[in-house]
């Protein structure tokens, strides 16, 4: 095994903080480097989206609830509100940074043009890194390990040819990364394309102000609202209870259930939105608007566009919109690793395969690592943080990883288990259970709560973790990295979900 001490992190959004974090956990040094002026990667709002990075509207509210996204150690404020604009979740971070003084390490405005393998790899491990500063200065530095943590919103998909006649459009056309707000959309005919949680929001948004908006979805979607029973944050039914109900009864019974009740909130067959797929098998579109809004006929809902003539939108059922102003495509983006070198990058049917979403399968030391690049049910803070202190103990030879070959079949295993489970594309082409996956690393890193030991040492805790929503609190109880506040934390949990909304003593 190898000495890692000195660790690059590509990237200072939510996955590289807390990359950086755990490698100070584990002893090492790491070094951030950061294309853009400023931490937060993705929740960070610029004005105008910058190239090769991700980007957000101005009206953007996180869909998951502030117990349910925060780091393990550090709870979000007590009065912020359960979902939050980018703007506070962006004080959180710069909060979270200053706490576990991390801010030293970033180096701002420095872009990574290649990380390789050193030409003594196969005895230290070791990778070069190759940087680029504002002036546009190259460096060169040696590393003994890289966590890459650059994100998969970067690069807009934009199927133009995917729509016969589109260069005789007439009107003005951009993808949901351009999207800031509905300022250009007054008095406007809007088609938008897609019906992912960014097609939703834009749909609703611009309908405020627009002629018409027409949301244009060749899969339909499954809508859930976040005001959920009672008024709860709907993710707070997330429980270890109902996970281990999900491995008990079988999947056709629980999309049934599910889809009742979401049917008896709005119709879905009536509202023109019901999916050739079930509800588990993708992920949920979040929108609280929509329903409404359809129903004011302010969004009217439309299958696939068959053609476009001019000013003229044909849909697949013959229908057609007239006089469209602005084309919205809300069509997701194609993720990329361009710095990294093609052999370390295993391909496992049309998805990059990584051992448990993390470390490539084949190379001879795992002194590469990937951490941020999933999509789940949950929120990518938790679990971000989940593979980096797992990724730090790899580095530090605490935990070993398999041998390549085992590594390869376990990614195979995963391609067919997706594929099997949920319903996914060249755009998405991974998607795993939260619930599953965090206890899967947390068994691996030694920090899964133990239920039956819980049980007899510490029932009150124990009822909370059955019952209460899985957050990330809970992988802090024990083992390594095991925090004080952790067991407190849990008993608060509630607390601080109320607290935002006592504003007004009844």
């Not at 709860?232 to 079988?250: E, G, S």
């Amino acid at each position: 095994s190898v000495m890692v001490h000195r660790v690059a992190v590509i990237g200072a959004g939510p996955s590289g903080l807390t990359s950086m974090k755990a490698c100070l956990d584990e002893g090492m040094v790491p070094t951030c480097f950061e294309s853009s002026d400023d931490m937060g990667g993705l929740w960070k709002f610029k004005e105008v989206s910058e190239p090769n990075r991700a980007s957000i509207y101005r009206s953007l509210t996180i869909n998951i609830s502030k117990e349910m996204m925060c780091y393990s150690d550090f709870p979000i404020p007590a009065d912020y509100p359960n979902y939050m604009h980018h703007s506070k979740i962006l004080t959180y971070f710069r909060m979270y940074a200053e706490h576990f003084k991390l801010l030293q390490y970033i180096r701002f405005q420095t872009s990574v043009k290649s990380v390789r393998q050193r030409p003594d790899f196969s005895r230290t491990g070791q990778w070069e890194v190759v940087t680029e500063n504002r002036d546009g200065q190259e460096e060169r530095h040696v590393f003994d390990a890289v966590i890459c943590c650059s994100g998969h919103y970067t690069y807009p998909n934009l199927p133009l040819k995917d729509f016969p006649g589109f260069e005789t459009f007439e009107g003005k056309h951009f993808h949901s990364w351009d999207y800031k707000g509905p300022e250009d959309m007054y008095g406007k005919r809007v088609v938008v394309i897609g019906i992912g949680n960014s097609g939703g929001d834009i749909a609703v948004e611009s309908s405020r102000v627009a002629e018409q908006v027409y949301l244009s979805t060749r899969s339909g979607a499954w809508v859930i609202r976040q005001v959920s029973d009672n008024g709860l944050p709907v993710d707070k039914f997330n429980t270890r209870f109902v996970h281990i109900l999900f491995k008990l009864l079988p999947m056709r019974f629980l999309n049934w259930l599910g889809e009742k009740k979401l049917n008896s909130m709005y119709d879905h067959t009536m509202y023109g939105l019901k999916p050739k797929h079930r509800l588990f098998s993708q992920i949920p579109v979040i929108n609280d608007d929509l329903p409404f809004k359809i129903l004011s006929g302010s969004v009217i809902v439309k299958p696939n566009i068959k053609e476009i003539r001019g000013s003229t939108v044909v849909f697949d059922d013959g229908s057609i919109a007239e006089n469209v102003d602005m084309i919205v495509f809300a069509t997701g983006y194609n993720y990329d690793f361009p710095y990294l070198p093609s052999d370390a990058m295993y391909k496992s049917g049309h998805r990059v395969g990584l051992y448990k979403h993390v470390f490539p399968p084949n190379l001879e030391h795992p002194t590469l690592a990937i951490v941020g690049f999933i999509h789940s049910d949950g929120a990518i803070m938790p679990q971000a943080e989940m593979q980096a202190r797992w990724v730090t103990r790899v580095f530090k030879g605490y935990k070993k990883l398999p041998s390549n070959k085992a590594m390869i079949k376990a990614v195979e295993k995963d391609t067919k288990e997706i594929d099997k489970n949920y319903v996914v594309s060249k755009l998405t082409p991974l998607q795993v259970d939260f619930v599953a996956y965090m206890d899967d690393l947390a068994g691996d890193i030694g920090v899964r709560p133990s239920l039956l030991w819980l049980f007899f040492t510490d029932y009150p805790l124990f009822k909370r973790i059955l019952w209460g929503p899985v957050t990330a609190y809970q992988y802090r109880l024990m083992g390594p990295g095991k925090w004080e506040g952790a067991r407190r934390a849990i008993f608060t949990q509630f607390d601080r979900m109320y607290q935002p909304l006592k504003t007004r003593q009844v």
